[in-house]
C-alpha cells in the first residue's frame, strides 16, 4: 500500500515537471522562478525514486 502511494507521488511529480517543460510565452521575470520549481521537482522525484526503491527491497526482503 505504501510503495503504490509512492508511486502516485513520483508519477505526480514526473507529470508536474512535464508541464514545466511544455514551451510558454514567459516573461524574464517568470524564468527563474520556473527553473527553481524545476529543481525542487526534480529533487522530490529523485527523493520518492529512492524512498520506493527502498521500500521494494523490504517488501522482498520480507517476502522471503
Known sequence: ???T?????KDELCAQI????VP?????DSIPELKKK???LETRDKERSE??????AKI???EQ
Not at 502511494?5 to 507521488?9: E, I, T, Y
Not at 512535464?18 to 517543460?21: A, F, I, Y
Request: charge should be neutral.
Open 1 to 3: 500500500v505504501e510503495v
Open 5 to 9: 502511494h509512492l508511486q502516485q507521488q
Open 18 to 21: 512535464r508541464d514545466l517543460k
Open 24 to 28: 510558454l510565452h514567459l516573461t524574464s
Open 38 to 40: 524545476l529543481r525542487e
Open 51 to 56: 524512498e520506493i526503491s527502498q521500500m521494494t
Open 60 to 62: 522482498k526482503q520480507q
